[in-house]
């Protein structure tokens, strides 16, 4: 990934940090000569359109009535605000050109009490720099592709040296290296979250982790969690924040090495659990292995080991997880659960992109589909089960109410994708735009059981007679209940409105995406040459039974939605 | 403090440089490692992260704070010491300065 950085300060060192960071992906670093932003912004990016931009700036290098403020003059807090308000419509103008632009909050970049109890009167620099920043934040957030980090946190994280005066008389940086350091991880984890390299499942260890004690020996009356107890106020605050991550999309599940009836016992009995049955994704409590009940956790749950985070108060079960399934990642932990919480917090892999509704259910989804499955136990037959479970497929044009979930599931998927495509919101709204042959549908699942959500994300383009798929995206939850042939039924019998004559499909393979190449070579199409399949409309294509398909798009109208959108 | 002491404060200091390069670039710390001039492995912004870390190393380590460059600027090519051992008897020799 290239990477440009842009600053009004010498920012070389944060751009030598982002270079040297061993995390994927690896990052080729240019720096725009220091002291030229508005001149850089106005040019063409050096790396194209497939590059991230990083904007650090002092205020008062770029907002020169702020500038005024720090010679102690009285200024216009008007013109100050319309000043932020060019410098963020200067980033807007530079991001059409590039993949994503990350901006740096401002924040106070020399040492000094200001104006000591004024400072958040009228005349104080820390009132100003808050109303700017809010301001500089609430502008770029109506732009696509365009996010602000948090300074703040860098300053915070480096303690209290991170403003040395010599780094600045020195090297015209006013950051410590630890701030530039922190700074570069936030690009990286940014980065990594704008292609979809999210953690999206922390596996959880129980004893002296989730709670203090055995609760084996001791009984889940004995064990240490809440009561008054500072140790015991630690495993609890370690809990609200796992749940906080169910949040936003991220799953707990539970891998330790205990009897299940006792653990599942004292997870639902002991009055200070947080986190409940109905709060995991999963669990394997067993005396197995823990890599092993790791790979098989994961296949129950269909995700990849590169999702998951798995945390153990015990060194040796880090060690073996490590070592067997480095794709996993096994973050060191503190030794006092008094630091479970703040190391969970600063874990940077669970950035995202965008929180959507889909996230904030997506633990009671997973509930849902345990139950599903346990329900699938005693049905005889596959067919009878899914007949059973009244699966309700709706399809709908993909508009401003669902194109950032709809980009989310495209991003992220890697296992039922034809193409495995990572596009920007920004990108996939100009490709849409570009050619009103182009159309995109958002798949919405739900069956008797709950709601699973938009899961499923098809776009196509039509030339001539043919109406090729662009993308066919199914997230891993709603995989195997025949969605997939009920899409593809959808497609054809549009291309058939559409007079399109054949219905092409072509799979780019990765390492992940069997599960797809697996369902277009079993599904009637013909592969015609090495992972491309070809349907004759005429043909048809038969909607599976025992599911109630709703279309919200006739082909006219969808094109008009589409334009919309782009 | 001693020669020893020292070395292992240039060490930290090229610790906090080394976090700036890849793995295949990284500065070895050995006392005759050379830093700066010819075959040198820093550049100026390098030679500058290098000289704030030793300072800011002394004044954690021994609670003295030292100017390695006093009245020299912060070119290296103004700039003696060359090499790791070098810089040890810079920084001693700035320690024991009155």
């Known amino acids: 990934m290239n990477v440009f950085l842009i600053s009004d300060f010498n920012a070389e060192a944060a751009g030598r940090y982002i270079g040297a960071d061993r995390s994927t992906p690896a990052c080729d670093v240019k720096v725009a000569p220091y002291g030229q932003v508005f001149q850089t912004l106005a040019s063409s990016p050096p790396f194209g359109r497939d590059s991230v931009s990083f904007v650090w700036t002092r205020p008062e290098g770029v907002i020169r009535e702020y500038a005024q403020l720090l010679g102690g003059e009285v200024v216009d807090a008007d013109q100050m605000l319309r000043e932020v308000d060019a410098f963020a419509e200067a980033i807007k103008r530079f991001a059409r050109q590039t993949k994503l632009v990350l901006v740096a909050s401002w924040v106070n970049s020399k040492n000094g009490r200001g104006l000591g109890m004024l400072e958040w009167g009228v005349h104080g620099r820390a009132f100003h720099l808050a109303q700017m920043n809010v301001r500089l934040a609430t502008s770029l957030a109506e732009a696509g592709g365009i996010y602000v980090l948090d300074a703040a946190r860098w300053i915070e994280e480096a303690g209290a040296s991170s403003r040395p005066p010599k780094h600045w008389f020195a090297m015209k940086c006013p950051f410590s290296e630890e701030v530039s350091q922190a700074a570069a991880r936030d690009v990286k984890a940014a980065i990594r979250a704008s292609i979809g390299q999210t953690r999206k499942i922390v596996m959880v260890d129980l004893d002296d982790t989730l709670w203090g004690g055995i609760v084996g020996d001791d009984g889940w009356q004995n064990i240490r969690l809440g009561g008054h107890d500072h140790v015991g106020e630690a495993y609890v605050e370690f809990q609200r924040a796992l749940k906080e991550l169910t949040r936003r999309g991220i799953q707990i599940a539970i891998v330790s090495k205990n009897e299940e009836a006792t653990a599942l016992e004292a997870i639902d009995c002991h009055p200070e659990m947080v986190l409940r049955r109905d709060d995991l994704a999963g669990w394997r409590i067993n005396w197995n292995d823990k890599a092993q009940n790791i790979v098989d956790l994961v296949a129950d749950l269909n995700l990849g080991l590169t999702a998951v985070v798995f945390i153990d108060d015990n060194p040796a079960e880090r060690a073996r997880v490590r070592d067997a399934l480095p794709d996993v990642l096994v973050p060191e932990w503190p030794k006092s659960p008094v630091s479970y919480a703040d190391a969970l917090r600063a874990l940077d892999c669970f950035e995202q992109a965008a929180i959507t509704e889909e996230d904030r259910r997506r633990t009671r989804m997973y509930v849902v589909d345990r139950q599903r499955q346990e329900a699938s136990a005693t049905f005889e037959s596959l067919d009878e089960w899914q007949a059973s479970l009244d699966v309700r497929i709706d399809i709908s044009s993909i508009d401003e109410s669902n194109i950032k979930r709809s980009l989310q599931l495209i991003n992220k998927t890697n296992q039922m994708t034809l193409k495995t495509r990572r596009v920007t919101e920004a990108e996939f709204r100009s490709w849409l735009a570009a050619d009103e042959d182009r159309a995109a549908f958002a798949v919405t699942v739900s069956d008797r059981f709950g709601d699973l959500g938009l899961t499923g994300v098809c776009s196509w383009q039509r030339s001539g007679e043919n109406l090729e798929i662009v993308d066919f995206v199914l997230s891993c939850r709603a995989m195997g209940r025949k969605v997939e042939e009920a899409i593809v039924h959808f497609v054809t019998t549009v291309a058939k409105r559409l007079q399109a004559k054949v219905v092409v499909a072509r799979a780019i393979p990765t390492a992940r995406n069997a599960p797809c190449l697996a369902f277009w070579q079993r599904s009637g199409f013909r592969e015609t040459e090495k992972h491309a399949f070809v349907h004759l409309v005429s043909d048809g294509y038969a909607m599976p039974l025992g599911i109630t398909l709703n279309s919200h798009v006739t082909a006219d109208a969808n094109q008009h939605s589409l334009r919309d959108v782009g | ?98």
Do not use: H, W
Request: glycine share 8%; proline share 1%.
């Open chain 2, 1 to 98: 403090m001693n020669s020893q002491q020292a070395l292992d404060i240039v060490f930290d200091a090229i610790d906090v440089v080394n976090r700036q390069r890849a793995d295949d670039n990284q500065i070895s710390k050995r006392s005759d490692v050379i830093l700066i001039g010819d075959g040198g492995a820093l550049d100026s912004l390098g030679f500058v992260t290098l000289i704030l870390a030793i300072e800011r190393r002394v004044a954690d380590v021994v609670g003295v704070e030292i100017e390695l460059l006093d009245g020299e600027g912060y070119g290296v090519e103004s700039f003696d010491s060359r090499t790791a051992s070098s810089f040890c008897d810079l920084i001693l020799a700035r320690i024991s300065a009155p």
